[in-house]
């Protein structure tokens, strides 16, 4: 019989990582399939933790399917796109139009488009370390270079904009914020927001912000949305704004996101035919989850009590970063934003040398799934990831079992 190659995958994925579903989730999947239980404290996916969208959203969706049936256009329905633009005319961009709003199957496929639609091989995007780590690897798919920031854990996990200052090159073509940030749960001041804006403005760089939890803060924590900082100083930035409703709505399963586009926009025209055309090519978002999308962002939400006092996400939030505090060696900052903790272990009392490996083995001997740092571009072994969606009882056996690993660990 004829011997035929391989089929191989395209040498561009090389270097591409997506860890958070690799095989730290492989393995629980395996050990699921032999009968055991996974608390799985991996994924900011609120509804397996009973976190329901409000009813209104479902039931817009379901009464206009009928309607949903086709293609939509590229952008997006209509008043979806005048729903946003709405909303951000009520955070102080008043001249937001429907035109300026493109809808997406998630703030995912948004990203993966935008970075394609702007770089040439080599390009670089600055990047937060640690970030969300579809943006290093949409970069990297793109033929671009992801070039990462520190944020300063020492200083509640903001950036220092002098160091990503350094960082610019006559290759960089964009600047990335994550703010409230996965992992880290930080949430940026204005002023760092203005230097960051400044450092756009100087070097000419698209400025791309991730905004996704920007619902999703806590006690006195202000969010300040990037665009409105480019207005008010200048309105000569080039900004997108990334949001959609996984996180604030709770249904991430209805995969809708959107970009709302700001700032000096008449430089944008060469790239906004670019990105139009990979719309284009995608046909449209899905269609009945952009049917929710106004009934999303209509009125109270129920999310507004989530975060407050008392709510839910705030008391598992303060229960998990009391408990994770507690344990000999752990470090964590409490997270003004988001769904996360991003907790350090002391390196001369836990030297892991690989902290996948390391969560793996936490995995198969407490039954508990969280992420390992080097999984979000973080630059040591020695952190990583749990979301505070887990009611509170759930939380406390997570964290005991997580605190009993420790233990032997350091006992070992
Ligand atoms: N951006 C950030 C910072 C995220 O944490 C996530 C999901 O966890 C996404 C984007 C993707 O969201 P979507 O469900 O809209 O694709």
Redesign the pocket.
């Known amino acids: 019989m004829q011997e035929f190659e391989e089929f191989t995958q395209s040498p561009k994925l090389q270097h591409v990582r997506y860890d958070v579903r690799g095989p730290i989730a492989q393995e629980a999947a395996r050990l699921e399939r032999e009968g055991h239980k996974i608390t799985r404290l991996n994924?900011?996916n609120p509804a397996p933790f009973g976190f329901e969208a409000p009813d209104s959203i479902r039931t817009t969706m379901i009464n206009n399917l009928a309607e949903a049936q086709g293609y939509s256009d590229s952008q997006g329905i209509h008043s979806a796109r005048i729903a946003i633009a709405q909303y951000y005319q009520s955070r102080g961009m008043t001249e937001a139009d429907p035109d300026d709003v493109y809808l997406g199957?998630?703030?995912?496929?948004l990203?993966s488009m935008v970075l394609q639609a702007m770089l040439a091989p080599g390009d670089e995007v600055l990047i937060p370390a640690p970030d969300?780590p579809?943006w290093t690897g949409a970069t990297t798919l793109a033929g671009g270079k992801a070039v990462h920031y520190i944020c300063d854990e020492s200083n509640s996990w903001w950036p220092d904009p002098e160091e990503v200052e350094s960082k610019v090159t006559d290759r960089t073509k964009a600047l990335v914020l994550?703010n409230p940030?996965?992992p880290t749960g930080a949430v940026y001041p204005r002023e760092i927001l203005e230097q960051m804006v400044d450092i756009c403005r100087r070097h000419n760089l698209m400025l791309l912000s991730?905004e996704?939890?920007e619902n999703i803060t806590f006690d006195d924590a202000e969010m300040v949305n990037a665009c409105t900082v480019v207005r008010e100083t200048g309105d000569d930035v080039f900004t997108i704004t990334?949001s959609?409703?996984?996180?604030t709505w709770r249904v991430?399963g209805f995969?809708?996101?959107w970009i709302y586009l700001s700032g000096a926009t008449q430089r944008a025209q060469n790239y906004l035919e670019g990105l139009t055309l990979l719309m284009n090519m995608r046909m449209c978002a899905n269609v009945p989850s952009q049917y929710a999308i106004q009934a999303a962002l209509g009125g109270h939400q129920s999310i507004e009590d989530l975060i407050a006092p008392g709510g839910r996400l705030y008391e598992q939030r303060n229960t998990a970063y009391r408990l994770l505090s507690e344990i000999e060696g752990v470090d964590v900052h409490q997270a003004d934003g988001?769904l996360y903790l991003f907790p350090r272990l002391d390196p001369e009392i836990y030297p892991i040398q690989d902290d996948e490996a390391f969560v793996i083995e936490l995995l198969r001997q407490q039954k508990i799934l969280v992420s390992h740092g080097r999984a979000f571009n973080w630059i040591d072994s020695n952190h990583f990831r749990l979301v505070t969606l887990p009611n509170v009882e759930d939380l406390e056996s997570a964290i005991g079992g997580i605190a009993e690993f420790l233990s032997d660990y350091r006992d070992a």
């Open positions: 994924i900011g199957n998630g703030v995912s496929e990203i969300y579809l994550i940030n996965n991730d996704i939890y990334f959609g409703l996984s996180k991430a995969r809708s996101g988001a």
